[in-house]
């Protein structure tokens, strides 16, 4: 019985780990697509106004917005993680 109990943990490590390494390369993916300065338009091209400060919108939210949402994530299933082991 204890050994059916270790490989089910074994397993869920794996699959948590799994996780773990898909949601490190989504967050790095859209951290790099939101380019320091420039909005996502001018890394495909076009030119910057030359603020400094301005409001996300379209794609450029939805990026910073699912970015929130996947560091959010990340770090639970790492507290999961750490619970479980």
Same mark, same amino acid.
């Given at each position: 019985?204890? %050994?059916?109990?270790?490989?089910?943990?074994?397993?869920?490590?794996?699959?948590?780990?799994?996780?773990?390494?898909?949601?490190?390369?989504?967050?790095?993916?859209?951290?790099?697509?939101?380019?320091? @300065?420039? @909005?996502?338009? $001018?890394?495909? @091209? @076009? %030119? %910057?106004?030359? %603020?400094?400060?301005?409001?996300?919108r379209g794609v450029e939210r939805l990026i910073f917005?699912?970015?929130?949402?996947?560091?959010?994530?990340?770090?639970?299933? $790492?507290?999961? $993680?750490?619970?479980?082991?």
């Amino acid at each position: 019985m204890k %050994s059916e109990e270790q490989t089910l943990a074994q397993l869920w490590i794996t699959a948590i780990r799994v996780v773990q390494i898909i949601l490190c390369l989504a967050v790095i993916a859209f951290i790099l697509l939101q380019a320091r @300065g420039a @909005g996502l338009g $001018s890394a495909f @091209g @076009g %030119s %910057s106004a030359g %603020s400094v400060f301005k409001t996300r919108r379209g794609v450029e939210r939805l990026i910073f917005n699912i970015t929130i949402v996947f560091v959010v994530l990340f770090a639970l299933i $790492s507290l999961l $993680s750490l619970l479980i082991h």
